[in-house]
Nanobody
Framework: VQLQASGGGLVQAGGSLRLSCVASGLTFSRYAMGWFRQAPGKEREYVATISWSGGSTAYADSVKGRFTISRDNAKNMVYLQMNSLKTEDTAVYYC?????????????????WGQGTQVTVSS
Protein backbone atom coordinates (compact mmCIF):
# COMPACT_ATOMS: atom_id res chain seq x y z
CA VAL A 1 0.00 0.00 0.00
CA GLN A 2 1.27 3.45 -0.90
CA LEU A 3 -0.12 6.86 -0.03
CA GLN A 4 1.23 10.00 -1.67
CA ALA A 5 0.19 13.34 -0.21
CA SER A 6 0.69 16.63 -1.99
CA GLY A 7 -0.47 20.22 -2.01
CA GLY A 8 1.33 21.60 0.99
CA GLY A 9 3.22 24.85 0.94
CA LEU A 10 3.66 28.28 2.44
CA VAL A 11 0.58 30.46 2.81
CA GLN A 12 -0.32 33.59 4.73
CA ALA A 13 -2.76 33.47 7.59
CA GLY A 14 -6.30 33.63 6.28
CA GLY A 15 -5.36 31.87 3.08
CA SER A 16 -6.32 28.48 1.69
CA LEU A 17 -4.67 25.27 0.58
CA ARG A 18 -5.99 22.03 -0.80
CA LEU A 19 -4.20 18.83 0.10
CA SER A 20 -4.52 15.72 -2.03
CA CYS A 21 -3.64 12.11 -1.33
CA VAL A 22 -3.62 9.27 -3.81
CA ALA A 23 -3.69 5.68 -2.62
CA SER A 24 -2.56 2.53 -4.39
CA GLY A 25 -2.25 -1.13 -3.57
CA LEU A 26 -5.60 -1.51 -1.82
CA THR A 27 -9.32 -1.53 -2.50
CA PHE A 28 -9.65 2.14 -1.66
CA SER A 29 -13.43 2.27 -1.45
CA ARG A 30 -13.54 -0.27 1.38
CA TYR A 31 -11.83 1.95 3.91
CA ALA A 32 -12.36 5.15 5.77
CA MET A 33 -9.63 7.73 5.32
CA GLY A 34 -8.19 10.37 7.59
CA TRP A 35 -5.95 13.36 7.75
CA PHE A 36 -3.63 13.93 10.69
CA ARG A 37 -0.96 16.51 11.40
CA GLN A 38 2.17 16.83 13.48
CA ALA A 39 3.80 20.06 14.52
CA PRO A 40 7.41 20.21 15.71
CA GLY A 41 7.74 18.89 19.23
CA LYS A 42 4.14 17.73 19.36
CA GLU A 43 2.36 14.43 18.97
CA ARG A 44 0.53 13.55 15.78
CA GLU A 45 -3.07 14.69 16.04
CA TYR A 46 -6.30 13.89 14.29
CA VAL A 47 -7.66 16.48 11.85
CA ALA A 48 -10.49 14.93 9.83
CA THR A 49 -11.93 11.61 8.76
CA ILE A 50 -14.31 10.39 6.06
CA SER A 51 -16.17 7.10 5.74
CA TRP A 52 -15.74 4.67 2.85
CA SER A 53 -18.59 6.21 0.86
CA GLY A 54 -17.99 9.80 1.83
CA GLY A 55 -21.36 9.86 3.53
CA SER A 56 -19.96 10.55 6.97
CA THR A 57 -17.27 13.00 7.98
CA ALA A 58 -15.90 14.29 11.26
CA TYR A 59 -13.46 17.00 12.27
CA ALA A 60 -11.30 18.01 15.16
CA ASP A 61 -12.77 20.98 17.00
CA SER A 62 -9.74 23.06 16.06
CA VAL A 63 -10.53 22.86 12.34
CA LYS A 64 -14.30 22.50 12.30
CA GLY A 65 -15.91 25.02 9.99
CA ARG A 66 -12.61 25.78 8.23
CA PHE A 67 -11.50 22.42 6.78
CA THR A 68 -13.43 20.06 4.52
CA ILE A 69 -12.50 16.46 3.81
CA SER A 70 -13.73 14.72 0.66
CA ARG A 71 -12.91 11.69 -1.45
CA ASP A 72 -13.20 10.39 -5.00
CA ASN A 73 -13.29 6.60 -4.96
CA ALA A 74 -13.03 6.40 -8.74
CA LYS A 75 -9.63 8.10 -8.52
CA ASN A 76 -8.46 6.62 -5.19
CA MET A 77 -8.11 10.16 -3.90
CA VAL A 78 -8.83 11.93 -0.63
CA TYR A 79 -8.69 15.70 -0.23
CA LEU A 80 -8.47 18.24 2.53
CA GLN A 81 -9.65 21.74 1.69
CA MET A 82 -8.21 24.14 4.25
CA ASN A 83 -9.62 27.65 4.48
CA SER A 84 -9.05 30.53 6.90
CA LEU A 85 -5.69 29.08 7.80
CA LYS A 86 -4.06 30.08 11.08
CA THR A 87 -0.43 30.01 12.15
CA GLU A 88 -1.29 27.18 14.54
CA ASP A 89 -2.22 25.02 11.53
CA THR A 90 1.47 24.83 10.63
CA ALA A 91 2.46 21.16 10.62
CA VAL A 92 3.27 18.17 8.48
CA TYR A 93 -0.03 16.74 7.27
CA TYR A 94 -0.46 12.99 6.77
CA CYS A 95 -3.17 11.01 5.04
CA UNK A 96 -3.95 7.57 6.37
CA UNK A 97 -6.06 4.49 5.66
CA UNK A 98 -8.31 3.33 8.48
CA UNK A 99 -8.64 -0.29 9.59
CA UNK A 100 -12.36 -0.22 8.82
CA UNK A 101 -14.98 1.50 6.71
CA UNK A 102 -16.43 3.88 9.29
CA UNK A 103 -15.00 7.15 10.49
CA UNK A 104 -12.15 6.85 12.97
CA UNK A 105 -10.40 9.51 15.02
CA UNK A 106 -7.35 7.96 16.70
CA UNK A 107 -3.99 7.07 15.19
CA UNK A 108 -4.28 3.48 16.45
CA UNK A 109 -7.29 2.95 14.21
CA UNK A 110 -5.26 3.58 11.05
CA UNK A 111 -3.11 1.00 9.30
CA UNK A 112 -1.30 2.78 6.50
CA TRP A 113 0.29 6.23 6.41
CA GLY A 114 1.59 8.53 3.73
CA GLN A 115 4.87 10.40 3.87
CA GLY A 116 3.37 13.77 4.80
CA THR A 117 3.27 17.19 3.21
CA GLN A 118 4.44 20.36 4.94
CA VAL A 119 1.98 23.19 5.53
CA THR A 120 3.41 26.45 6.81
CA VAL A 121 1.14 29.36 7.67
CA SER A 122 2.85 32.71 8.17
CA SER A 123 1.46 35.64 10.10
Amino acid sequence: VQLQASGGGLVQAGGSLRLSCVASGLTFSRYAMGWFRQAPGKEREYVATISWSGGSTAYADSVKGRFTISRDNAKNMVYLQMNSLKTEDTAVYYCAVARSSGIRTTTQEYQHWGQGTQVTVSS
